[in-house]
């Protein structure tokens, strides 16, 4: 469903001119690392990652788009108020997440979530290649648009597109990763310290 997106999206880009680098054209894993090393290979360039959502709960629904960098709010702000206002789905808003390869991406980049695939009612949508291409030209719009955006307090006239608030996640993101490498340091710990009860009697005997 995503490359089906994506490859949507990059014929109508193809067409307004732009030149559209894939980080895959066929239904193959891509390590994260990769995928941001091809964004950062390329001056002036975008990185716009397209998704679909999942979630034990079958209720979760809606659009999201994420984003890091400061720099990449703008396009996120675009993108995302294309896809949220054209889609029949809620909005759950922007947010600012330190998703690997929107860390690791040093040109705008973001990652926009279309909608659950756990969700009946959005899956049956997705499930349409007209609904996919209607993804595919609003993810362009945005694309498009992206110079456009303006604070609301920008001197300038009237603003095609406003510059989105955003939920900052940046800190749920860190606090996992913290614990994460606290229970593994935790662990190493418990390891040594085993390893060390083993070999003091050895050392015990061996002076007695």
């Given at each position: 469903m995503t490359l089906d997106v994506a490859q949507r999206l990059k014929k109508l880009l193809a067409g307004d001119g732009y030149r559209v680098v894939m980080t895959r054209e066929n239904d193959v894993f891509v390590?994260?690392?990769?995928r941001a090393a091809i964004a950062n290979s390329y001056r002036n360039a975008i990185?716009?990652?397209?998704?679909?959502?999942?979630?034990?709960?079958?209720?979760?629904?809606?659009?999201e788009t994420y984003f890091y960098s400061r720099d990449s709010l703008p396009l996120a702000s675009a993108v995302h108020h294309f896809?949220?206002?054209?889609?029949?789905s809620p909005n759950r808003g922007v947010r600012r997440r330190g998703y690997y390869v929107?860390?690791?991406?040093?040109?705008?980049?973001?990652?926009?979530?279309?909608?659950?695939?756990?969700?009946?009612?959005?899956?049956?949508?997705?499930?349409?290649?007209?609904?996919r291409q209607k993804l595919a030209?609003?993810?362009?719009?945005?694309?498009?648009?992206?110079?456009?955006?303006?604070s609301s307090t920008s001197s300038t006239a009237v603003a095609t597109i406003p510059l989105q608030p955003y939920i900052d996640q940046t800190k749920v993101s860190s606090s996992k990763r913290s614990r994460k490498k606290s229970s593994k340091s935790s662990k190493r710990k418990k390891s040594r310290k085993s390893a060390g009860a083993e070999a003091n009697p050895r050392s015990e005997k061996q002076e007695g």
């Open positions: 390590p994260l690392g990769t990185f716009v990652c397209v998704h679909f959502n999942s979630a034990r709960r079958a209720g979760a629904d809606g659009i896809v949220a206002g054209g889609a029949p929107l860390r690791k991406a040093r040109v705008p980049s973001v990652l926009v979530e279309c909608g659950f695939l756990t969700n009946p009612n959005e899956a049956a949508y997705i499930s349409k290649s007209s609904y030209e609003e993810i362009a719009a945005g694309i498009r648009e992206r110079s456009n955006v303006r």
